[in-house]
């Protein structure tokens, strides 16, 4: 692909020299074009047609202009290259006596179709064996490091670039990938470089290009970047450059800093802007190093639309329809990523939740992801957390632990569009791990011991002093007269929870309320939202206080009173819940017959003894 671009300044270059050489025959441009086209085929394998006008100037400069110009590559039965009009002048004094020292180059209507070599095959490691997957690792880190021992292919130009002027406008570059999918074209609406050299003197640069497609792209670059051929590094001093149609603002990038092209490797400064996000920080890139991408970012803000800065796939990735959970994980995928990143985002948003001065360590190599650091605040509470997600064999591996503390309940429940049945805050804690081969298989999969506990907990649209003093009542044999809250208002929540076979296991629940006493069991399930629960309530005489009805004698408040709850978390959580009255006049009736027994059984005792 870079032979045929150099070609483009060869070409004017190879007319030159001839046209210097040829002077003495009274400027024949036939002749003269004759030359050239020979010494160009001679040079490259390449050969140049013109169907157009020829022209050539000696006063004030050296001038070459051709018009309908071709080029087909050794091999071609069809040009490849076409150029709609070509003029280029130089100075006559300094090619005389040897040197090039061209003022300037205009190419017009350039249309180029570049057929990139076939790639290496990438292996695809879905069906591989955990052991061949072992050898594919080590197999690839050798060939890398062997890559990088034999790099150092230099920059190559057939002749010294000194160009004072490059001007290309209204062109067009095709390229065909040789795995025959479609064809990426660049529209060149306008390219202007001055002060062209190999040197590493900076060459002032500005161009716009046009990416067509179904969301097309523009890009704008305007800045200063030097070659130098001998060392084989490009420097950016910097390179802003213009993207619309990635995000929804215009994105804003500039970049500066030193790219080693022996070593195809970048160490780059970034600040990145598109309507109110922002980011700066540095990047490196490196084909023959590990990790081959090395980042630190800070972010203002960040969504998931970001991810069109990392290519085209992910970009749409973000405007997929929702997975099911039961497609295979991408391991094959993650098993390429060779990345360092450490992140600092002021304000990061993964719908429908924003987790503000969020910090992220993270490695990924050899289809591992390790994030050794995951801090920052989800609604007023604090999250401090790990994890490693091991995808290097066919069954990925989860593990994780950490702490989310003093999380405000009730906004995290409307942020997921979920009743909000609990107010309050809570913390958790956990250490979880799992395995399968589906982010479903996956998540069914975990388990380990998670702790919860709450302070000021109120529980929305279920009025338990209000349910437990009914069944209170029926058993009096009375009617309440009073007017109950309809949410509850704990003194103390919490439990200990098992994750276990997809479902969050309570074991046990404890809750306290000012004249009542909760424990009980329950189970979640992940996927499909069910809730079953059974809880045993104990009765304080002063529940009395809340209404008439409500006594509690001293049989009543020495028994366990049953609660059985069950439904999703989608239905009203008013009709989860019941007291088992049936249970309780049962355990009454008894623990009446123990007690009449006891006295029976007393007062024979004393007619014994008597």
């Avoid at 062109?171 to 065909?176: G, K, L, W």
Wanted: glycine share 8%; hydrophobic share 45%; proline share 5%.
């Amino acid at each position: 692909m870079s032979k045929k671009i150099l070609l483009l300044l060869v070409i004017p270059l190879v007319l030159v020299v001839a046209a210097a050489l040829l002077l003495p025959l009274l400027l024949d441009e036939d002749e003269i074009l004759a030359v050239a086209t020979r010494v160009l085929h001679d040079r490259t394998g390449a050969t140049l047609s013109v169907a157009g006008d020829t022209s050539l100037s000696l006063f004030p400069e050296l001038g070459v202009s051709l018009a309908d110009a071709s080029l087909a590559m050794p091999g071609e039965e069809q040009p490849s290259l076409h150029i709609g009009a070509l003029d280029i002048g130089v100075q006559l004094l300094p090619l005389l006596s040897g040197s090039v020292e061209i003022d300037g180059i205009r190419l017009d209507r350039l249309s180029a179709t570049l057929h990139a070599a076939p790639q290496q095959k990438t292996v695809d490691t879905s069906g591989l064996s955990d052991a061949e997957l072992d050898a594919f690792y080590a197999e690839r880190r050798k060939m890398l490091e062997q890559q990088g021992d034999a790099t150092g292919a230099a920059l190559a130009v057939p002749l010294a670039l000194n160009v004072k002027r490059l001007e290309v406008t209204d062109s067009r570059i095709e390229m065909v990938p040789a795995d025959g999918t479609a064809s990426t074209v660049i529209e060149l609406i306008r390219l202007h470089a001055t002060g062209l050299n190999l040197h590493g003197e900076p060459i002032p640069l500005e161009a716009e290009l046009r990416l067509p497609g179904e969301q097309p792209l523009d890009i704008a670059l305007e800045g200063r970047f030097g070659i130098d051929q001998d060392t084989q590094k490009v420097q950016l001093q910097p390179l802003q450059v213009g993207v619309g149609g990635v995000l929804q603002d215009r994105l804003q990038l500039s970049a500066s800093g030193e790219a080693d092209l022996s070593r195809q490797s970048a160490d780059l400064t970034l600040d990145i802007e598109s309507g109110e996000i922002s980011g700066q920080g540095s990047l490196r890139y490196a084909s023959f190093e590990s990790p081959q991408i090395d980042a630190k970012l800070h972010f203002n803000l960040f969504n998931p639309a970001l991810l069109a800065l990392a290519g085209p796939e992910a970009a749409a990735s973000t405007r997929s329809a929702p997975a099911s959970g039961d497609e295979p994980l991408p391991l094959d995928a993650i098993r390429l990523i060779d990345t360092r990143a450490d992140l600092t985002i002021e304000r990061a948003v993964f719908a429908p939740h924003t987790v503000d001065n969020l910090h992220a360590k993270l490695r990924a190599l050899d289809g591992v992801v390790k994030i050794t650091t995951l801090t920052g605040e989800l609604y007023e509470g604090k999250i401090d957390a790990s994890a490693t997600f091991d995808g290097k064999h066919n069954t990925a591996v989860l593990d994780t632990a950490g702490k989310v503390a003093g999380v405000e309940i009730a906004a995290a429940l409307q942020a997921m569009q979920s009743k909000a049945l609990l107010s309050g805050r809570a913390t958790l804690d956990w250490q979880l791990s799992g395995k399968g081969r589906t982010a479903n298989e996956l998540l069914a999969a975990l388990s380990g011991p998670i702790e919860l506990d709450t302070q000021n907990p109120v529980l929305r649209d279920v009025a338990v002093e209000q349910m437990i003093c009914q069944a209170v009542a029926l058993v009096n044999r009375e009617q309440l007269t009073a007017s109950f809250p309809t949410d509850s208002a704990f003194t103390a929540l919490g439990a200990q929870l098992q994750l276990a076979d997809g479902e969050v296991r309570l074991s046990p629940l404890r809750a306290e309320m000012p004249h009542i006493g909760l424990t009980g069991t329950g189970t979640l399930n992940l996927l499909s939202q069910d809730l079953e629960a059974t809880f045993k309530a104990r009765l304080s005489p002063a529940l009395e206080q809340l209404d008439p009805a409500c006594r509690v004698n001293e049989r009543l408040a020495a028994i366990d009173w049953p609660v059985e709850c069950k439904g999703n978390l989608d239905t009203d959580p008013g009709q989860w819940c019941a007291v088992d009255t049936a249970e309780i006049i049962e355990e009454l009736t008894k623990n009446e017959a123990r007690r009449r027994v006891k006295k029976e059984a007393g007062k024979l005792f004393e007619k014994l003894l008597d």
